[in-house]
């Protein structure tokens, strides 16, 4: 089954790269999201995307597919430029999309 992708952001490279989930303090001390860190520039050559490889842009994919993300940590989603662009604190939810899912 394809994953759900929002229809509010785009998932597009472009996005990927502007996404500052990267120094988002609930992904900090995750093993598997610096494993995907590790592989995101070729990651980011596929066509489709695929939202598994890519451990950010949650706004348009959804929840995480790391489990070991400490959402107890404080969301920084209000200071990056998607989220600007996107108008996304009109839409829900307004933040934690790697926990509560994509932008709608
Ligand atoms: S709004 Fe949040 S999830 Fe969406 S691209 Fe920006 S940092 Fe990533
Ligand atoms: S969606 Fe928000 S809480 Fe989750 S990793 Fe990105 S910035 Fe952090």
Known sequence: MEPTISTITPFTASNVKKCICGSCPVQTNSQCVKEKQATVKEA???????????????????????KD???????????????????????????????DGLAT
């Open 69 to 99: 993300i400490d959402t107890k940590q404080i969301c920084i989603c209000g200071s990056c430029p998607v989220f600007t662009d996107y108008q996304l604190a009109t839409h829900q939810p307004m933040g934690y999309y790697c926990r």
């Open 44 to 66: 980011l050559q596929a066509n489709p995307l695929n939202t598994a490889d890519i451990p950010g842009d949650y706004c348009a994919t959804g929840v995480a597919t790391c």
